[in-house]
């Protein structure tokens, strides 16, 4: 899970929305701090962005970068230290932002807030390194004895709530080690490096201290661990609210586990902070002690402010990596009968050994209210089962209480209290231990019949089985989903004999009413014509900042909204490229956002301004694509990385087919530019940290291919092989077979950044040169990671819709096999929309909530579906579909 999604669920059930947009539309003007709804006085200016209120004085011009000042502040003093700090700035005319409500401020230190950003209330903006230090000083006497939480990012001045770093003032850009633009300052040389802003004090090489910082700098570095019983070996995981480590004891030579709790920070729902519920933890622990269902309390300590508690070392896996080990539909098939039924023997033990430990905590008095798949620790040695995690435990005498705390594949609707938050997870549990997307639940509840008559059809477990666990996930809803969708398509799973024909519902029960049927993908056009229905149902062309919902993306940059990859450009690519109707509304938006881009707005294809460029031109609209492309190279394009996402690669192309399409020779100069130093990128640059298509150096590979046919370059076709081999070496075998893209921890079978789009561009390469024997093998060794019986995300560049494009497309392989893949992966896609507006769509990354855009949600699927089965098929953009002679000689 990215935690980072979590707080883009605030605001609306359906879809990701700014955090900020959730406390201005739910909060009246009663409930924003009082110099947020105070009028503006002569001589000040206000400006809001994002999560921030700006006050900066008539004609004062701030600095580039310099030192700053983070006051931070707890919910229970937050508008008494707003107020003495705005007035001060008032009175000394000192530029300076804020936070403006509450609410907003609480999910600024949630849990699973940013680290980086949290505890940041207040920003201070002194004029030069002189102000700086008398404001410092000045501020920390104004708030002496107030609190707030620890900014990681920055230097506390003494020990109160006044914090300071070295950074950009400007919204100023460079490229990172990824090639991604990130915010820059700027070196005494003139050069743009990054501003790191990561969970930690730096400093740039260059900057000095001012002497008044030096007694705390000196603080900060007296608060060690080196003094404790205990030697650290690393992290486990890190909140918000603080981290667990994995630590020896330094008296008896035991491995324990270490968890911190910041104060005033990683609040849940209730307000409580971290302290608080590790203290929660420590006393339900205590009460649960001698159960062999949880761990022992060892120790607990105080950091510092940070408090720590000891546990005991619960040896074994979580049960998320031992069913990622096991599970049986994550390899290419065929998958046999007996793994299926060893498999589901093992998670009907495990579901029963979780559920007798939770009938155990419950015995004891307490209510778990946190019950996922991480917080279940697995000894498959000795059949153990232990529950972690239990800060958000309650008394069960306490039948009112909601959840605080929760995983989203295990979130308990809000009218689950006491005991049935735990029953809830429970019934998630059952279901997702052979589906795991019950995230889905957080968007439709109504999905889970479905899931369960599709685990039903492919595992050996009775659909009656099934059947208590959906009737808790469906309580209170009102409505309920019944069985009537297609069945498993003929030769695509090994079913249980007779499993489909079984009712999903217990024997005396009444049947689950069923709902008016949606078009299955696979009913082309019908279900074409139903996602375009559901895409303009979704339009919001009174939105400045968007017109089509997406990923929260589409926040990052001020194009995010307008983009191809997340914005409004790809959703009307996706609609005119499969031939369903367009939005006009959302046409009129696009055109009148760009005939005045924003500051900030990216060059990039997936991006920016060329791919807003291109699609418009595509859509019929060339006066503006010229334009806008005309502003395009007038860009510094020099200092972009290579890639096909937002890079020269991407560029390239792009200016190269509207050059072609309008004869501009300016465009086709600018073209050649970037083409070229996107190639020398290959062979004079490092290796980009990043592998595959949107990234990697496959998109510069396909850049190559396309340029070649264009020139009749041989050389060109060279390059494309070098950088396909660059990627390449990034990639292994997943233990069920497979060439998968290493990225982290994970193997990555996916379009956008994983072996799909290499094979991708490998079958473009192979077309000119099939006799290259060793990348004819690589493209062969890739083949089965696209064909498992299971992927978790239905999305173009992260999921199942990628790999439905990329095996339309392809000729490789026998086409009666490809077909059944193909068939099998559109009917997995039906079982992962989730109906908006009573059509046909999907879930965006995370599986939190629905999404429309191109990357991630309906347009994708639409473009990837228009590919496997119109008449014309569909394609992304520089990706046409590849002839139909005979595959290349060596290919799978």
Not at 39 to 63: C, E, I, K, Q
Not at 503 to 513: C, F, K, N, R, V
Request: aromatic share 6%; charged share 20%; net charge negative.
């Amino acid at each position: 899970m990215n935690p980072e999604y979590a707080a883009y669920c605030q605001t609306d059930g359906d879809f990701y929305d700014t955090p900020s947009r959730t406390a201005d539309a739910a909060a009246p003007d009663s409930d924003r701090y009082e110099p947020a709804r105070a009028p503006v006085p002569d001589g000040w200016l206000t400006t809001r962005s994002g999560d921030w209120l700006s006050w900066v004085p008539a004609g004062v011009t701030l600095p580039a970068q310099g030192w700053k000042i983070h006051v931070s502040a707890a919910t229970d003093n937050a508008a008494a230290v707003l107020a003495r700090v705005h007035a001060h700035c008032l009175a000394h005319r000192v530029p300076h932002k804020f936070v403006p409500g509450p609410r907003l401020l609480k999910l600024r230190n949630a849990k699973y807030a940013d680290r980086a950003g949290s505890g940041k209330f207040i920003t201070v903006y002194p004029a030069d390194e002189e102000s700086f230090a008398k404001l410092c000083q000045d501020l920390a006497t104004l708030l002496d004895g107030e609190h707030g939480p620890y900014i990681l990012s920055d230097l506390r001045i003494g020990a109160g709530p006044v914090h300071v770093r070295y950074g950009a003032f400007a919204a100023r850009y460079c490229l990172g080690a990824d090639g991604r633009p990130v915010p820059a300052v700027q070196e005494p040389g003139g050069t743009l490096v990054p501003d790191p802003r990561g969970p930690s004090f730096t400093l740039p090489d260059w900057v000095t201290p001012p002497a008044f910082l030096r007694p705390h700098l000196d603080a900060r570095a007296a608060v060690a661990t080196h003094d404790l019983p205990y030697d650290l070996r690393g992290a486990l995981h890190f909140s918000n609210g603080g981290g667990v480590y994995l630590a020896r004891d330094t008296r008896t030579g035991d491995t324990v586990v270490l968890k911190e709790a910041r104060p005033h920070a990683g609040l849940g729902t209730d307000g409580a902070d971290a302290v608080t519920r590790l203290d929660r933890e420590r006393a339900a622990l205590e009460q649960l002690a001698g159960l062999d269902c949880v761990p022992r309390v060892l120790d607990s300590f105080d950091v510092g402010d940070h408090r720590f508690l000891a546990l005991e070392h619960i040896p074994g896996r979580t049960l998320n990596t031992a069913m990622v080990r096991r599970y049986p539909l994550s390899g290419p098939p065929p998958v046999t009968q007996e793994a299926l039924a060893d498999y589901t023997a093992w998670a009907e033990d495990v579901h029963a050994r979780v559920e007798a430990a939770v009938a155990r905590v419950h015995a004891r008095g307490l209510v778990f209210s946190d019950l996922h798949m991480s917080n279940i620790m697995l000894d498959e040695d000795t059949g153990r089962v232990v529950l972690l995690d239990f800060e958000a435990a309650f008394p069960i005498e306490d039948d009112q209480r909601t959840q605080v705390v929760a995983n989203p594949a295990f979130v308990a609707p809000a009218d689950h209290t006491g005991r049935a938050i735990d029953a809830y997870a429970l019934a998630c549990l059952r279901l997702a231990l052979f589906l795991p997307l019950t995230t889905l639940f957080m968007v439709d509840r109504d999905r889970a019949p479905r899931l369960a008559q599709y685990a039903a059809e492919t595992f050996p477990v009775p659909p009656a089985a099934l059947a208590p666990a959906v009737r808790e996930i469906l309580r209170g809803t009102g409505t309920g989903t019944g069985t009537g969708h297609r069945g498993a398509e003929p030769g695509a799973i090994p079913r249980p004999p007779g499993s489909a024909a079984e009712p999903l519902h217990e024997p005396g029960s009444e049947p689950l009413p069923a709902p008016e049927p949606l078009p299955e993908p696979g009913d082309w056009p019908r279900s074409r014509d139903s996602m375009a229905r559901a895409l303009a149902a979704s339009a919001t062309p009174d939105r400045p900042d968007r017109c089509f919902p997406g990923d929260i993306a589409q926040f990052a940059n001020p194009a995010g909204g307008q983009c191809f990859a997340h914005g409004a450009a790809g959703v009307l690519y996706a609609l005119h490229e499969t031939g369903a109707p367009t939005v006009p509304e959302a046409v009129e938006w696009l055109l009148e956002r760009v005939k005045s881009p924003a500051p900030g707005t990216p060059p990039g294809f997936h991006d920016g301004l060329a791919g807003i460029a291109w699609t418009l031109h595509r859509l019929g609209h060339p006066a503006q694509a010229a334009e806008l492309a005309h502003l395009l190279i007038r860009q510094p394009l020099d200092r972009l990385g290579p890639d096909l996402h937002s890079g020269l690669a991407g560029i390239a192309l792009a200016l190269h087919d509207l050059g072609a399409a309008t004869g501009d020779p300016e465009l086709t100069a600018a073209a050649d530019r970037c083409a070229d130093r996107a190639a020398h990128a290959v062979t004079d640059d490092p290796p980009s940290a990043r592998t595959g298509l949107l990234h990697g150096a496959t998109g510069i590979a396909l850049m190559c291919v396309r340029r070649h046919e264009a020139t009749g370059d041989p050389a060109l076709l060279d390059l494309a092989a070098t950088a396909l081999r660059r990627d390449l070496d990034r990639c292994k075998p997943a233990p069920g077979g497979g060439l998968h893209v290493v990225e982290g921890r994970r193997l990555m079978p996916y379009l956008g950044a994983g072996s799909a789009g290499v094979a991708l561009v490998l079958d473009d390469y192979l077309a000119h040169r099939p006799g290259d024997a060793p990348l004819a093998a690589a493209r062969r060794a890739i083949d089965p990671a696209l064909r498992s019986a299971f992927y978790i995300q239905p999305a173009l560049y992260r999921g199942i819709g990628g790999l439905v494009l990329h095996l339309a497309r392809t000729r490789a392989g026998d086409p009666g096999e490809r077909r059944r893949v193909l068939d099998r992966h559109i009917r997995l896609m039906g079982l992962e929309a989730t109906p908006y507006a009573g059509e046909l769509a999907f879930p965006g990354e995370q599986l939190m909530r629905r999404s429309m855009d191109l990357a991630s949600g309906t347009a994708g699927c639409l473009l990837a579906l228009g590919a496997a089965l119109a008449a014309t098929p569909a394609a992304l953009p520089f990706l046409p579909p590849l002839p139909p002679p005979s595959a290349p000689p060596g290919a799978p």
